[in-house]
Every structure is written in C-alpha cells, then in structure tokens.
C-alpha cells in the first residue's frame, strides 16, 4: 500500500513540474519591440518579422501612448491603431502583446484591411510557452490564489489574467519579481503569502489579491 501512495505521489509532481523549469523562449527578449523599432508584416504569408522584403509588406513603428498607461501605438503605413498592451514580441510569426495592467496577453491579426487584436486564452498563452507553468488568475479563492511549489528548488510560475480584474499600479510585497520580461511572473523560493495591492490598499475599488504559495 505505502508503495502505490508513493507512486501516486510521483505521478501527481510528476505532473505539477511537468513545466519546469519554467523557461520563456528567447524571442520574448529577443524579439521584444522597443520603442520607435519597427516590425513588418507580410500578408501573402501572414506572418509578422523583425524585418524582411515584399511587395506588399506592411511596416509597422511602434510608439508609446503618451497618455497614462504607455500603451502601445503602431504606425503602420499611413494607419494607425493602439494596442491593449505595454510591450509586444515577435514569436513564431506572431505579434504578442502583454499588459503589465492587467496580466493578459493579446495577438494582433490583420483582417479585412486592417489590424485588429484579441485577448489570448489561458490555454493559447500556454501553447505559446510550453515550458512555463501558468496560474491563471480564475484559481482565486475567497480571495487567495494558492500555488503549491514543485519541490524545494526556486521556480518561476506566470500568473496570467482571464478575468475582469485590473492591476494598474499594483505591485507585489513581498517583491518577487524584478519586473522582467512579464511584470506578472512570480518566483517562489520558499513558502510564504504575497499580497498584490494598490498602494496596500483593499478595498471594493482596488482589492487586494493574496498569494498563498505552499
């Protein structure tokens, strides 16, 4: 019996460190469009690049909003359009932007003329880093979320949005992230509770969210 339990175990952090150790790939630094870069879009073959040549490419600039927020801005060959995200990447072909407000991550796609973009399921931004455990945001109970650590070893989960929550100006304590690449990925080294706050505040506009990690 003492055996089959210890099987189990196995299994089950087996499957809790399925996605270690937590690695991005390396276009999301990489890739990443700074502010004035430009990034080029290719309709006959529908993928975004850093670069390349076509007839009919699209270059895009990106630009900062300058009102509050930095949302990104693009301009791209005579149009322009904001993003709901603060930075993009180039990855695959795709352009992903991520919020640092609000957690989510977003494609931008061109239809019928012009770009548009989406938000991207918990299980599409999963696809797109394999190697890197999500906790989404829905896991909140009674208002904490609680993620169990895979063993003693430090790892990094990324907390991802798929509610309505915000969190503009809101920030970890402890800090436990150093804010790079996501704002939203959390490093656990050992059990503890972190409270996500604005401005320490809780209260029905900016409620608190806990972390308990175990």
């Known amino acids: 019996m003492k055996k089959v339990l210890l099987g189990i175990g196995c299994l089950l952090l087996g499957a809790c460190c399925h996605s270690l150790p937590g690695q991005l790939p390396e276009e999301v630094v990489f890739e990443n469009v700074d502010e004035g870069a430009q990034v080029v879009y290719m309709p006959t073959s529908g993928v975004w690049t850093r670069g390349g ?28 359009f904001g993003l709901s995200s603060t930075q993009e990447f180039v990855l695959k072909g795709r352009l992903i932007g991520y919020s640092a407000h609000t957690f989510k991550f977003y494609e931008t796609v061109f239809r019928n003329g012009s770009f548009d973009t989406r938000e991207l399921t918990v299980s599409a931004v999963q696809d797109l880093f394999p190697d890197m455990r999500i906790v989404p945001v829905s896991d909140v109970k009674k208002g904490i979320l609680t993620v169990r650590r895979c063993g003693r070893d430090t790892e990094d989960v990324l907390i991802v949005n798929d509610t309505p929550a915000d969190f503009y100006r809101y920030s970890f304590d402890p800090p436990v992230n150093a804010g790079t690449p996501f704002k939203s990925i959390l490093t656990m080294s050992a059990p503890q509770t972190v409270v ?11 409620p608190a969210l806990r972390i308990r990690i175990q």
């Open 196 to 206: 996500l706050s604005h401005f320490d505040e809780d209260t029905p506009d900016y």
């Open 53 to 80: 040549m076509a007839d009919d490419r699209i270059v895009c600039t990106r630009h900062v909003s300058s009102g509050t927020g930095s949302y990104s801005e693009y301009v791209c060959s005579g149009q322009r």
